[in-house]
């Protein structure tokens, strides 16, 4: 079980070490929790905000992964595998715009007050 975990903790750094755009989600990510605790955040705010976080890194992560199986299944160009890359690359696009609604519904009211 041990050994499971650092298989995740090696991906994570993978992931880290090698996405820029990764990066950016995290400190996006870390400084959205800053401006909870500074706007106080209810349970159900923090939840939210969670798992918005977590839903685009998991994303990011999961098209990660994917790019480097295409790219090990398929060396060459080919139009389909150039599909599935920007399929994922979308979803993850999805989930920034919609962590965008998020923080704009979290934070809007309690910046106007």
Partial sequence: MLRSFGFAFAGLGHLLRTQRNARIEVALGLAAVAAGLVLGL??????????????????????????????LASPQLDPRAKAAKDLAAGMVL????????VGIALFGPKLLR
Wanted: a negative charge; charged letters at 10%.
């Fill in 42 to 71: 209810s349970t159900a705010e923090w939840a939210v905000l969670a798992v918005t976080i977590c839903l685009v890194l998991i994303l990011e992560g999961l098209n990660t992964s994917l790019e480097l199986a295409v790219d």
């Fill in 94 to 101: 999805i989930a920034a715009i919609g962590s965008v609604a």
